[in-house]
């Protein structure tokens, strides 16, 4: 089974290709923080789309609007391991998941973003979706353990705290950050919440749009 999330209830989009389209068709590009074992061919600790572009250098920060964030849970199989990991997207499934498992059991989310086009980018192929007054990057965040708890928790804390405020409504910060822990360091991605409000054309795009 791919760890990738099977997203929500299909959904037909309008378009004025005429095209039947509903959100399964809808592909949405990986978004990597590159490690030094990476195999792409850009500066540790960048933000990189589809493995060729660079939206961040290393502990940039950068404006990203939050379009969705679908937890689940899956066995945390060793790297070296051959097994594929089973994955639960309901806490019932995932105690179920637990008392069948010999593996821990790892929270987990897929965080789907658009990081808006900084000023003086001239790469438009990786921000091709002009909506309002700016062009986006659309892209998927797969995130796990340090990463998940700096993104999905910082989403989570947010929504419960501020529940008449949708989560697209407000401008995040993005931002690649290092952490060391004794002679091992590395990169994760990182969300804090701005008082910048989402631009009206965006808010009013996503509510047309499930991805």
Known sequence: ?????????????????????DSSDIEIPRVNVVQKISDIEAPTGSLVLDKKH???????????IVVSAQKAWKEDIPFDDDGIPRIATTPEDSK???MESDYPILEFAD???????????????AYAFPIGDNNYALAKLYVAKDAYR?????LATFAAFNRSTPLQKRIWNFQTQLME???????????????AESPEAVVEFLSSFSA
């Open 54 to 64: 660079i939206l961040l250098k290393p502990e940039q920060s950068g404006e990203a």
């Open 111 to 125: 965080i789907i973003l658009l990081f808006k086009q900084p000023e003086g980018s001239t790469d438009d192929e």
């Open 96 to 98: 179920k998941l637990a």
């Open 181 to 195: 822990k004794g002679k091992y360091s590395w990169y994760v991605p990182s969300l804090s919440v701005t008082n």
């Open 150 to 154: 700096q993104t999905f928790k910082r």
């Open 1 to 21: 089974m791919s760890e990738e999330l099977v997203t929500q209830n299909n959904k037909i989009i309008s378009n004025q290709s005429g095209l039947m389209i």
